[in-house]
């Protein structure tokens, strides 16, 4: 090699060229930010450390479920869990799952300083919402739905008649569908829109905890305000994500206890309008500062 070659490096011609394949879209686009953010907030392909919670999280729902199942099998006429009590017991340990998840999608970007490098690209800042929501969704589903699922059909395989007792009971399986995936979307925007604020994932996790408590009190202590004013003091539920998720599963499994004084698609539209909210707030924060 000359001196001038190793004073100047070597140039190797490796024969780059143009991308000529088929272009799938946006869409693909924002399908796979959401499966990527699905993978991170699991620990997927990173230490095992980052798989403690989560798996803790799918076992503390998952065990009752498989009681329930079990006792039903030696104890036919025992109901241990119903269905309006497993949405009740889970909400906790959904909260939990959300408030871990949605600082894993979000800030770790931040931190990462990705922001930029996404927003540079034609997924667009209306996109990174919409993949994150359908991320923090989906996986949520995990938890509110599919072992709702098992317990129906672990209570029609266990009748003394399976297929007609899973027939009758398929009013039970859109319940569960509708009550999972609006618990899901709801909380997982919730929890989505307190993490856009902040780079830092241990302050995400705390607010969000700390914003399902302080929400329950500060609902109940409104309530208590408007006591002579009962035509709104009924939409106060509204504050807190905890009865309004319970008056949706008192409509949808018959349980007037939980119910809160409006109609089923009040309690509806009061949930659509939250997760549309929370996009439209991180859209509008992500276009001012990112």
């Known amino acids: ?10 140039i190797f011609d490796r024969g780059y060229l143009h991308y000529g394949g088929p272009r799938l879209g946006q869409w693909h686009a924002v399908w796979a930010l959401a499966r990527y953010s699905m993978a991170r907030a699991l620990g997927i392909r990173r230490s095992w450390t980052a798989k403690i919670i989560p798996m803790l999280l799918y076992a503390a729902v998952a065990i009752p479920v498989l009681i329930a199942i ?3 099998a030696f104890l036919p006429a025992f109901e241990f869990l119903d269905y309006a009590s497993f949405f009740g017991a889970i909400f906790l340990l959904v909260g939990i799952f959300v408030a871990m998840i949605a ?23 209306s996109s990174y919402v919409v993949a994150k929501l359908l991320a923090a969704g989906l996986l949520t589903l995990s938890m ?10 672990g209570n029609g395989l266990l009748a003394q008649e399976p297929l007609p007792a899973l027939r009758d009971s398929l009013d039970d399986l859109g319940r569960i569908v509708i009550a999972g995936t ?11 829109l307190i993490s856009s604020f902040t780079g830092r994932k241990s302050i995400a996790v705390g607010v969000v905890i700390l914003g399902f408590v302080l929400s329950e009190s500060l609902s109940l202590a409104i309530s208590e305000a408007l006591r002579d004013q009962p035509e709104l003091a009924r939409w106060v539920f509204a504050i807190s994500p905890s009865r309004t998720i319970a008056s949706l599963v008192g409509w949808l499994f018959d349980e007037p206890d939980l119910v809160a004084d409006v109609p089923l698609n009040a309690t509806l539209g009061v949930m659509v309008a939250v997760i549309a ?6 859209f509008a924060w992500y276009q001012r500062r990112d």
């Open 182 to 192: 609006m618990i899901a979307f709801y909380l997982g925007a919730i929890a989505l």
């Open 70 to 72: 079990g006792i039903r």
């Open 277 to 282: 909210i929370c996009c439209g707030v991180m």
């Open 1 to 10: 090699m000359s001196a001038s070659t190793a004073h100047y490096g070597e």
């Open 103 to 125: 600082p894993e999608m979000l800030s770790s970007d931040r931190h990462d300083r990705l922001l930029p490098l996404y927003f540079s690209r034609p997924i667009g800042r």
């Open 144 to 153: 509110s739905v599919a072992p709702a699922i098992v317990l129906w059909l």
